[in-house]
């Protein structure tokens, strides 16, 4: 039996679509820890768009690999849609790629998160941040909500690169 984690076809119909645009990919996470790495890592023929990744998990790192803006990311503990766009648009120069995701967030809940759950996320293209958000989590425990994090991107990913640039 196949382990199935993520929407096996949701990952081929992205592939499809970068490789038949030879568009390539790039990204950049800390709230998902490389699960988003690990799905694009599972389509078939990656390298031929898939560039690779970042897990970078605080801000120092955050501002050496991906040069946020480290006033702001300490002000809001690297988690606002600021930070998330940032990763996303310097991902993209980082690997030499067209697209670029980044996203930040809390998998479980926190004083510093107000004890809420949830995520920024962006997908850039080229430069230019072509759909962001907050992802706000289910009541799950916090591997689930990661999970889920990179399944909602995944689907918004697909929506952004299907749509005319």
Known sequence: MEPKLFDTDLLQAIGKELHSKQHTIAISESVTSGLLQFAFSNIKDAEKFYH????????GQKYKHLNVETIHAIEVNCVSQKIADEMALNVIGLFNSDWGIGITGYASASAQSDNKVFAYYAIAFRGTVKHSGIINAPDALPPEVQLYYTTVVLEKLKQAITQPI
Do not use: D, F, L, S
């Open 52 to 59: 690779g990744g970042i897990t970078a998990y605080n801000i």
